[in-house]
């Protein structure tokens, strides 16, 4: 194993041996190297009379570029669009984005957390994360309505054993002991990664302040009985908090808890500054040990260097922009309203018992989603029905679920949106009762 790699690792064994045993075989193994880069920067400190390391192309003490692109840019300075940004991202965006972390999570003043890291988005943030910390085998655990592409991420990739519990109790809130129970299935094991994502993608849901008291109390109980806890928090739909849940991140709450929690906050402009095509986001380490919070933004810099070398320097001025404009706030608060009252719509509509008899909806109170959970008709037979007589378009998820984006729906046509998918249910539940 490469020298660098075995100091990280042995510093982290030091201060806080439980952090370093979460690490995957690939984990163990990341370091930052102290090649071109290191050099480059040490260059641009004392390199005064001709700085010959950069490996770009440079003109006029300004990066080279062609006039044609700049031409649709001019707001920009060269020199924030064209070098290449560095692998941990823009100093000055890590810095603002700190900051709006801490303002928006006051309970994360007193915590020791890392400084964000830039990614290419919230994908390739969860990715690096399952790189790190994951084995074949290793214990995944997350509730039952999930992002499809976790999947992926975690499963396919790195062959992670997917574990996951029902999202809801019978109650309809967030089942907090069939999570304790499943990570407790794998206390032999001794380790488990665990991911939450609220507001979650597909539901909504976002658990409210005793659930969430739940929750930090179920790990604590969980690490107390010797399971080291990766705890993922996908927070990909921060901040668009409707109703009564919770309007910090768990991350604040679970951030240097205990010494076998390790907690990651992995978050970015995607979803709540409206920058999907952008793809910037951030991966936030959580822990009480200064060696573990060095040794995981090394280890990560590492398998950034090695993927994707160092994310879009455009995009990363953009959003920095947008943070540090002066209506920022305000042009935000003007998209949270216009996405909370389309929610409060769709429980208006709903709560009115007109399609009592073609489904439930499971509880929300936050994000883009919501669910239906169908009575008697098959998730996708509904949804080609829908596509092929109504043009419209559901996502079906499982043989119950249909989830409603009503992210991309107007107020005014939720109605008739609802209206849709209720013909379409039953001209389907007529098609069934007559064959039956
Ligand atoms: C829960 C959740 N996490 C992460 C992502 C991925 O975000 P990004 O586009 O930033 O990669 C999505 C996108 O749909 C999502 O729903």
Redesign the pocket.
């Known amino acids: 194993m490469n020298e660098i790699a075995q100091n990280l690792n042995q510093q982290m064994q030091q201060e806080n041996p439980y952090a370093y045993e979460l690490l995957s075989e690939l984990g163990k193994k990341l370091f930052y190297p102290k090649g071109i880069l290191t050099q480059t920067a040490e260059a641009k400190q004392k390199a005064y009379r001709f700085n010959a390391t950069i490996g770009i192309a440079t003109e006029k003490d300004g990066p080279m570029f062609l006039p044609l692109i700049q031409e649709t840019l001019t707001k920009y300075a060269p020199k924030d669009l064209y070098p290449y940004a560095p692998p941990a991202g823009k100093p000055e965006l890590r810095q603002l984005w700190q900051e709006k972390m801490l303002k928006e999570n006051p309970s994360l003043m007193d915590k020791s957390i890392s400084n964000p890291i830039v990614t290419n988005?919230?994908?390739?943030g969860?990715s690096i994360i399952a790189d790190l910390f994951v084995d074949e085998n290793d214990p995944f655990v997350l509730p039952d309505k999930l992002?499809g592409?976790y999947n992926f991420i975690f499963g396919i990739r790195r062959g992670a054993k997917n574990l996951t519990f029902p999202f809801y109790t019978a109650e309809g809130s967030f089942n907090t002991r069939g999570m304790k129970d499943t990570l407790l299935s794998k206390k032999d094991y001794g380790k488990a990664i665990l991911l939450l994502?609220f507001p979650n993608?597909p539901t909504g849901y976002t658990p409210n302040e005793q659930e969430a008291t739940e929750i930090v109390t179920a790990l604590m109980e969980v690490a107390d009985q010797g399971m080291n806890l990766a705890v993922i928090c996908?927070d990909?739909y921060f901040g668009l908090f409707y109703e009564n849940s919770i309007k910090e991140s768990l991350f604040s709450r679970i951030a240097d808890i205990h010494p076998r929690i390790l907690a990651i906050k992995v978050d970015?402009a995607?979803?709540e500054d409206y920058m999907?095509g952008f793809r910037v986001?951030f991966i936030t380490y959580g822990s009480k040990f200064p060696a573990v919070l060095d040794g995981l933004e090394k280890k990560t810099l590492g398998i950034l260097r090695g993927t994707i070398s160092s994310a879009s320097h455009p995009a990363q001025t953009f959003v920095l922009n947008a943070l540090k404009s002066t209506d920022f706030q305000a042009q935000k608060q003007e998209k949270f309203e216009v996405l909370r009252k389309r929610a409060c719509k769709v429980k208006q509509i709903l709560n009115h018992g007109h399609y009592d008899d073609a489904w439930d909806y499971y509880p929300f109170n936050s994000g883009y989603f919501m669910c239906l959970k169908l009575k008697g008709v098959d998730a996708e037979t509904l949804r080609i029905h829908l596509l092929e007589q109504y043009g419209v378009g559901v996502i079906s998820l499982g043989e119950s679920d249909i989830r409603v984006a009503f992210s991309c729906v107007e107020e005014q046509e939720l109605k008739n949106l609802y209206d849709l998918i209720y013909q379409g249910f039953q001209d389907l539940s007529k098609q069934n009762s007559s064959e039956a």
Request: aromatic content about 12%; cysteine-free.
């Open positions: 988005a919230l994908t390739h969860l992002w592409n994502n993608n996908d990909a970015g995607t979803k999907w986001g």
